[in-house]
């Protein structure tokens, strides 16, 4: 029987079908289908259209995919040691019907083919004894606040997703207690499902007896529960977006936030626009939370799966928010906000009205956490006047946030791109006896505030909120700086206000370049090369006030000072920065590379602590021009 869900009548999911009954691929083809796919910390992705077409926004997947699905769930049932996914079970080749006392959370983002790999993970959990909470479409936030206030009720999550990349992708994020897991425990996984893909010869016909022996009684009762699990996901999601912008788990706390943002949105009306793009945000409480804080909202594209433009949050695919709330600001001068996540809803960025000419603008990813960032640090610092107070950030992020930070007396800790890296930072900072109420990676926009363990655009737009409505939280960043407080405090002043760097957008054309050598010969290169132009370079270098330098490089955690092989360690894929310096030995520029492993590129960046474009464009060429030929030599 086909099962529907309720809200928007889209179908979950028929117990009836078979879904992986058909010819097993051959283990050449199926092992050309996992080379295809990038396995990381952040998630496991590859383009599973059927036809191979990135851009292709059809249902079907290819039965070599169908596989992969069905043995990335087997292999997180033998990470969490479920008896019927052990090594002896699959040899067996016949499903053993063996019981295990583990529960996983599944859930996906609104692209086509994720029912159908829905479908095929959670018929694959149960069959090997998992107990399954399914709560089909739903953005990665809502499941992973779930598992933060819940983490008895799961040992782990699956959620299927492709975050940004384009709709003809999709992929897989594994994790617990509210966060992706930690790099090792990611890889610690990703080598079981390699095993079982290359080395395991019964294991696809064991997943195929197992799915196909799955009583489909026991398949119905968990999709007929989807209504309930995501009632239930919903009303948690709600309580801890309000924890989490209120700062206590208290409910008399969150009636006494709500009641605070009521009144001063009657005294100054605050619209927002929120243009979903079709992705799994459509399912959440966006319009509800935002409408209880009393603000105005207009919704466009909130339907799942109604995806109008490219699902990266950058650039052009703003362009139709700027647009829609220009319009409206023009009917209402309350709009003055809007946003844009991307398809599984863990990152949005934003525009907003620039009060002099009354144009809506697109707001650069950096200044949107270095926003957030000035607000989360500036409730902190005023609710702990005495405490160590800290953000955790990855290498890309600009070094206007140490300015920010140095504001409200705090530090500023760097490690290398991901979300699980800055998580695992932060909870170390915080074992050493900091507060750090804020976290994340500035260079794509995604901040991640406390107790929270991923991006979220409502916490985003609750700390714009408190900044713009809590006089007391902009007062002390501008005081700290030796500003006047103006009246009224405008999102434009405190933009106005800002350190002023000119930064390389995270997916502009000139901040992704394709390599051919290896990561570890590409920068031994790269330091003998930056070696050579220094020398030839210091006059032009020195008139631009460039005196010296320092490298950073970070893996995981760790960010380490210095020049070298000595300084990384195999695969050699960490962050890599030059910091270059004045005469006083400020930074005042940073030129930053890493190999993306979530998408085939590698990523380069710069950093300029001035407004002169000229300035960004010069280093930037240069950093490049180092990269290429350090490809080719």
Not at 44 to 61: H, L, M, N, P, Q
Not at 95 to 123: E, F, K, N, Q, Y
Not at 497 to 504: A, E, G, I, N
Request: hydrophobic share 40%; aromatic share 8%.
């Amino acid at each position: 029987m086909l099962i529907y869900d309720t809200r928007f009548h889209l179908p979950i999911a028929d117990d009836q079908l078979q879904c992986l009954a058909f010819t097993p691929p051959s283990r050449q083809t199926l092992h050309a289908a996992l080379d295809s796919m990038i396995l990381s910390s952040s998630g496991w992705r590859k383009v599973f259209a059927k036809s191979g077409d990135e851009e292709d926004a059809t249902y079907e997947i290819q039965d070599q995919d169908a596989v992969l699905a069905s043995l990335a769930a087997l292999a997180l049932a033998r990470h969490l040691g479920l008896p019927a996914a052990q090594k002896q079970a699959v040899q067996v080749g016949r499903p053993s019907h063996t019981m295990g006392d583990v529960t996983i959370l599944v859930g996906l983002d609104a692209r086509p083919t994720g029912r159908i790999l829905g479908d095929i993970v959670v018929r694959t959990l149960l069959s090997l004894g998992c107990k399954v909470r399914y709560l089909f479409i739903t953005p990665a936030p809502q499941i992973m606040a779930d598992c933060n206030l819940h983490p008895q009720e799961a040992d782990a999550f699956l959620y299927i997703s492709a975050s940004h990349n384009p709709i003809g992708h999709n992929g897989f994020k594994f994790g617990k207690q509210g966060g992706v897991y930690s790099g090792e425990e990611a890889e610690q996984l990703s080598r079981i499902f390699r095993t079982l893909v290359k080395e395991e010869e019964n294991a696809v016909s064991y997943v195929q007896a197992c799915v196909t022996a799955l009583d489909p009684k026991v398949y119905r009762t968990v999709l007929e529960a989807v209504k309930k699990e995501q009632e239930q996901s919903l009303d948690r999601y709600e309580t801890f977006i309000l924890s989490t912008a209120a700062k206590s788990d208290d409910p008399i706390e969150h009636k006494r936030f709500i009641a605070g943002l009521q009144q001063e949105h009657k005294k100054q009306a605050l619209g927002v626009v929120g243009e979903l793009n079709g992705s799994a945000r459509s399912v959440s409480i966006d319009q509800n939370i935002l409408g209880r804080l009393g603000v105005k909202t207009y919704f466009l594209h909130d339907r799942p799966g109604d995806v109008v433009h490219a699902i990266v949050p950058e650039g052009e695919n703003l362009s139709l928010c700027r647009d829609t709330l220009s319009a409206l600001y023009q009917k209402d001068a309350a709009f003055r906000l809007g946003y844009v996540p991307d398809n599984d809803g863990d990152r949005g960025n934003l525009v907003y009205i620039e009060e002099k000419t009354g144009t809506a603008h697109i707001l650069e990813a950096q200044n949107v956490f270095a926003l957030v960032v000035l607000a989360e640090l500036s409730q902190t610092r005023l609710k702990y006047p005495k405490a160590l107070l800290a953000t955790v950030v990855n290498g890309p992020t600009s070094r206007r946030i140490e300015q920010i930070a140095q504001a409200f007396d705090a530090e500023v800790f760097r490690c290398e791109v991901g979300e699980a890296n800055v998580v695992q930072l932060a909870q170390q900072k915080r074992e050493e006896g900091y507060l750090v109420p804020i976290l994340g990676e500035g260079s794509n926009g995604g901040n991640i505030t406390f107790p929270a363990k991923v991006r979220d655009p409502l916490n985003t737009l609750l700390s714009l909120i408190k900044l713009l409505r809590n006089r007391e939280i902009p007062k002390l960043w501008f005081r700290s700086n030796g500003l006047d407080v103006p009246h009224p405090i405008s999102l434009e002043r405190i933009i106005e206000s800002l350190p002023v760097y000119t930064t390389t957008g995270a997916f502009s054309k000139d901040g992704k370049m394709n390599i051919h050598q290896s990561h570890q010969v590409l920068k031994n290169r790269y330091e003998v090369l930056f070696l050579s132009d220094w020398e030839s370079k210091k006059e032009q270098l020195a008139a631009m006030g460039i005196h010296s330098y320092t490298i950073l490089q970070t893996e995981g955690i760790v960010c380490t000072e210095g020049m070298g092989e000595t300084f990384r360690h195999a695969p050699y894929s960490g962050g890599y920065s030059v910091l270059l310096k004045d005469e006083e030995g400020l930074i005042t520029d940073v030129m930053w590379m890493r190999g993306s492993k979530t998408e085939p590129v590698f990523r380069v960046l710069v950093d300029c602590k001035t407004d002169d474009q000229n300035r960004h464009d010069f280093l930037l060429a240069w950093h490049r021009d180092l990269i290429a030929r350090s490809d080719l030599a």
